[in-house]
């Protein structure tokens, strides 16, 4: 996806989900999270079953749930093996997310195809904050 494609949805998304999202400050979904969660203005929801809490917020176990409390998630940005993501993308598209987007580094043609045949925006190998910062910039 283009520049311009990835300037829309982070100018019309409200609610992000980060699935993946590490206690860990060493772990690059922790940074993203944590400057997220003070550089925008997005409704951030976080998903690990592996912990509970994350900057005083709640972790919740799968999309699901954090889309019981969101209403409704624009963007699901994953921080996990490319391996491990179909269940996360068919549980994207059952919760109605807008766009699936694989982190920096994480590209799957078959994933893309699927997601964006379900109707959801795919953006692969790109890191939301270093794009939220090209944003910002221009």
Not at 42 to 62: C, E, H, K, M, S
């Amino acid at each position: 996806m283009g520049s311009s494609g990835i300037h829309q949805v982070l100018t019309t998304s409200k609610a992000i989900a980060i699935v993946g999202v590490s206690d860990k400050p060493d772990r690059p979904s922790n940074g993203v999270a944590e400057y997220l969660l003070h550089n925008s203005q997005y409704d951030l929801y976080f998903v690990n079953p592996a912990i509970t809490q994350l900057f005083g917020r709640p972790v919740y176990p799968n999309l699901t749930e954090a889309a019981a409390v969101a209403g409704q998630i624009d963007v699901v940005d994953v921080f996990r093996k490319v391996e491990d993501m179909d269940p996360i993308l068919d549980e994207a598209i059952s919760i109605g997310a807008k766009t699936f987007w694989m982190q920096l580094g994480l590209k799957s043609e078959a994933l893309a195809a699927k997601g964006e045949s379900a109707g959801l925006t795919v953006i692969q190998d790109k890191c939301i904050k270093i794009e939220l910062e090209n944003i910002k910039a221009w």
